[in-house]
């Protein structure tokens, strides 16, 4: 059996997605999928463990949105940070 690749074990510290827009293109894409009720059960759970990490990655992206625009109402605008 060929041992594992590194790539496969060793920790990313890539972002999930390029972007907000991305990963929500992704999430409906895997919803999708998920709904439609056809993957095998091991398919099925790394798409939904994918799902959640997608899910985090937005939710997170909408915070720091909102937080921007409090700053912004309270008139002490500052540069944001994007990343």
């Known amino acids: 059996m060929p041992p594992s690749s590194p790539r496969a074990t060793a920790p990313t510290s890539a972002p ?3 972007s907000y827009e991305a990963a ?7 919803v999708a999928q998920l ?3 056809q993957l095998p059960l091991d398919q099925l759970l790394a798409r939904y463990q994918r799902g959640a990490e997608l899910l985090a990655f ?4 909408l915070q720091a949105v909102e937080q921007q625009i409090q700053v912004f109402e309270a008139g002490q605008a500052k540069p944001w940070d994007a990343a």
């Open 16 to 18: 999930v997605a390029e």
């Open 24 to 30: 929500l293109q992704e999430l409906e894409q895997l």
């Open 35 to 37: 709904d439609a009720g």
């Open 58 to 61: 937005c939710r997170e992206r």
